[in-house]
C-alpha cells in the first residue's frame, strides 16, 4: 500500500530560524494535505495541494507540491513560539496515508 | 459553531467489554472517518465513511466496527476491546471525499486493561 515518510522526525530550533520538513511518498500522490497538531490538541487542516510544482503561501509557512508528486515540503520562515507541534502531512482522498510527523520544538 | 463532537473524552475499560465512542458533527459533511494515533505511527485510518449506508475499511479496521445510519453521526463500536486497542482515537469530517478541508473532533483516549 500507499506509504508516505516524513522527516525529521524532530527538530529544535531557536525562535527565529528557519524549518523545514520533508513528506516523500512510495507512490504518486492525487494530492497531498498538511496538518498541524499541538500538544495535546487535536489535528488542524492547513493546505492542499493537488497541482505538480505548486507553491502555496500562508503568511511564512510555504508549501510545495513536487513535479512528480511524490515529495512535499513545508517551510517555516522566521519561526515562532507559535510555532509549536507536529506538523503532518497526508496523502490520498477516500483513504487518506499520514506521515508519521515532524515535532517542532521552537526555543525562545 | 462549526464542530466535530466526540465523547467520551477519557475512558478507562476492561478486556472483552463493549464500548462505543461517538461522533457528531453539524457541518452536513459527507464524508467521515476514524483514525486512531499511536507513538512512533502516527494517524491510522480505522474506517471511513462516503455518505450515510456507506462505509469502507482504513488501513487498520481489525477489531472496530462503524455505522452510519445518519448523515451526523458515525459511532466506532468496539465488541470486544483488547489492550493493543489502547490509543488516541479521532473523528473527523469533510464534507466530501474530494473536498480538502477536514475537521477533526478533539479525541478520545482509550485505555484497555
Excluded at chain 1, 509557512?61 to 497526508?90: M, P, R, W
Excluded at chain 2, 462503524?66 to 448523515?71: I, Y
Aim: proline content about 5%.
Amino acid at each position: 500500500g500507499q506509504q508516505v515518510m516524513q522527516i525529521p522526525q524532530y527538530q529544535h530550533v531557536q525562535e527565529g530560524e528557519d524549518f523545514t520538513t520533508y513528506c516523500n511518498s512510495s507512490t504518486t500522490l492525487s494530492n497531498i494535505q498538511w496538518y498541524k497538531q499541538r500538544p495535546g490538541g487535536h489535528p488542524v487542516f492547513l493546505i492542499q495541494l493537488v497541482k505538480s510544482g505548486e507553491v502555496k503561501k500562508q503568511k511564512r509557512l510555504t508549501f510545495q507540491f513536487g513535479e512528480a508528486k511524490k515529495n512535499s515540503s513545508l517551510h517555516i520562515t522566521a519561526t515562532q513560539t507559535t510555532d509549536v507541534g507536529t506538523y503532518f502531512c497526508a496523502g490520498g482522498y477516500s483513504t487518506l496515508t499520514f506521515g508519521k510527523g515532524t515535532m517542532l520544538l521552537v526555543s525562545p | 459553531e462549526a464542530q466535530v463532537t466526540q465523547n467520551p473524552r477519557y475512558l478507562i475499560t476492561v478486556t472483552g467489554k463493549k464500548l462505543t465512542v461517538t461522533c457528531s458533527q453539524n457541518m452536513n459533511h459527507e464524508y467521515m472517518s476514524w483514525y486512531r494515533q499511536d507513538p512512533g505511527l502516527g494517524l491510522r485510518q480505522i474506517y471511513y465513511s462516503m455518505n450515510v449506508e456507506v462505509t469502507d475499511k482504513g488501513d487498520v479496521p481489525e477489531g472496530y466496527k462503524v455505522s452510519r445510519k445518519e448523515k451526523r453521526n458515525f459511532p466506532l463500536i468496539l465488541e470486544s476491546p483488547s489492550p493493543n486497542q489502547t490509543s488516541l482515537y479521532f473523528c473527523a469530517s469533510r464534507l466530501a471525499a474530494f473536498t480538502h478541508t477536514q475537521y477533526f473532533g478533539p479525541g478520545t483516549r482509550l485505555t484497555v486493561l
